[in-house]
């Protein structure tokens, strides 16, 4: 059974950093595809980053040059280095991807960016 769990949000003062992880169970992480997504109130959810199952990385124009994703295999673990943040990061963030044509989303962890 494919679960997704994030965390590490929480209330940050612009300028500041935050590291969101992403637990996954039921796969390995190392031969999928994972993403970030991210929701602010009144908006629709975003794809933030993108790690392929070789390593690749993409990253929304919003947050290039500021945030990292990354995974670490052993731990099975996904995460997104947040840096400068900025009250328009404010948002809750998900974590993301996709077997054998199903979506699978973790529950969300809420990230707020005070100025």
């Known amino acids: 059974q494919v679960q997704l769990v994030e965390s590490g949000g929480g209330l940050v003062q612009a300028g500041g950093s935050r590291r969101l992880s992403c637990a996954a169970s039921?796969?390995?992480?190392?031969?999928?595809?994972m993403d970030w997504y991210r929701q602010a109130p009144g908006k629709q959810r975003e794809l933030v980053a993108t790690?392929?199952?070789?390593?690749?990385?993409t990253y929304a124009d919003s947050v290039k040059g500021r945030f990292i994703i990354s995974r670490d295999n052993v731990k099975n673990t996904m995460y997104l280095q947040m840096n400068s943040l900025n009250p328009e990061d404010t948002a809750v963030y998900y974590c993301h991807t996709k077997r054998w044509s199903a979506d699978y989303w973790g529950q969300g962890t809420q990230v707020t960016v005070s100025s």
């Open positions: 790690i392929t199952s070789g390593g690749a990385t």
């Open positions: 039921g796969f390995g992480i190392s031969i999928n595809t």
